[in-house]
């Protein structure tokens, strides 16, 4: 059987993540705390946050797999809207910028992973984790969340 459509998400998410890592390494270490103005995302919380986003959401609620991330990141690395602390440019409130790049890395890793245990006929099926009711509209069927989540555009989600 073809796999063609989850083949080309696990492109997608490779390269976008593979991508995303290596502007991430080349960021100035002086500018990593710099924030266009109190309680914005800077740098590091930008890498934490995409890290936390593809441990829990991609990872754990829409592919069922376990979370490898540390719990206290989605409180560090998440929006208010979901409770997570406001940013600020104190370097003490966060974990080394190597140590979430790494972090980074491990949950992009087990998201391509993770793709190799589904086959395209999953793909309008339900999401395979524990979704909070509240968002689980938000990502619709199996393929629809992950086309999202890879960044595909809109009339790419609506073929899944």
Request: without cysteine; hydrophobic residues 40%.
């Amino acid at each position: 059987m073809s796999n063609v459509r989850v083949e080309f998400l696990q492109e997608m998410f490779k390269y976008s993540t593979d991508r995303t890592a290596k502007l991430a390494e080349k960021f100035p270490a002086d500018k990593r705390l710099v924030q266009a103005k109190p309680g914005k995302g800077h740098a590091l919380w930008q890498v934490g946050h995409v890290a936390t986003a593809l441990d829990l959401i991609t990872n754990t609620w829409i592919l069922g797999g376990a979370p490898l991330l540390p719990a206290e990141y989605n409180k560090k690395f998440s929006p208010g809207i979901m409770g997570g602390d406001t940013p600020t440019a104190n370097a003490g409130d966060y974990p080394e910028f190597d140590e979430v790049l790494a972090n980074y890395k491990k949950a992009a890793a087990q998201t391509v992973e993770l793709l190799k245990g589904i086959s395209d006929a999953d793909l309008p099926g339900e999401l395979r984790g524990p979704v909070p009711d509240q968002a689980r509209s938000f990502f619709g069927k199996l393929g629809q969340g992950l086309t999202g989540l890879a960044g595909l555009p809109d009339d790419e989600r609506a073929k899944q």
